[in-house]
């Protein structure tokens, strides 16, 4: 009889010790699944901000052409119709609603690279930056074309 009961318990022991292993191996997975798809679902949401952007003045010149942006943000198309501003009374608006953060470089063009934005004597400037960290409302001037 006690070898019977010694040979039960050895059974016993050895079956929970497994259940217990295979529950562990459990909790580690769902733990990693957690970690990666955690941080990647906070990372996907975490960092979309809007931009408003506001030209408030033209060249006298300005023949009211469509004002595109053209950048890093939309591979420096510069007709891309997501990126058109729109015309509202006296200057030109344009909301993109969901931006990464980081840094954002752009010209504003009016359909071409033959009418990219320029200094008012018609020389050419630097890309535009903006340094996107939260939702941002800026304003700007086109001095020539």
């Known amino acids: ?5 010694n040979r039960l318990k050895n059974g ?15 909790v580690k997975a769902c733990c990693m699944a957690l970690l990666f798809f955690g941080s990647s679902l906070s990372a996907l949401h975490a960092q979309d901000y809007a931009i408003h952007i506001k030209i408030n003045a033209v060249p006298a010149n300005h023949p009211f052409d469509t004002i ?3 950048g890093n943000i939309n591979n420096w ?4 119709s997501g990126f058109a501003c ?3 009374d006296d200057h030109y608006d344009l909301i993109i609603p969901a931006v990464k953060e980081g840094n954002l470089e752009f010209k ?3 359909g071409s690279w033959k009418k990219v934005e320029t200094t008012i004597n ?4 630097d890309n535009r930056t903006i340094s996107l960290h939260s939702d941002t ?9």
């Open 68 to 70: 595109y942006l053209a």
């Open 12 to 26: 016993l022991v050895n079956k929970l010790k497994k259940q217990f292993t295979f529950f562990v191996i459990k």
């Open 108 to 110: 504003f063009t009016r």
């Open 77 to 80: 198309n510069p007709a891309d």
């Open 1 to 5: 009889m006690q070898v019977y009961i």
């Open 122 to 125: 018609a020389a050419g400037i």
């Open 86 to 88: 729109e015309k509202i």
């Open 137 to 145: 409302a800026i304003e700007y001037s086109i001095a020539g074309w």
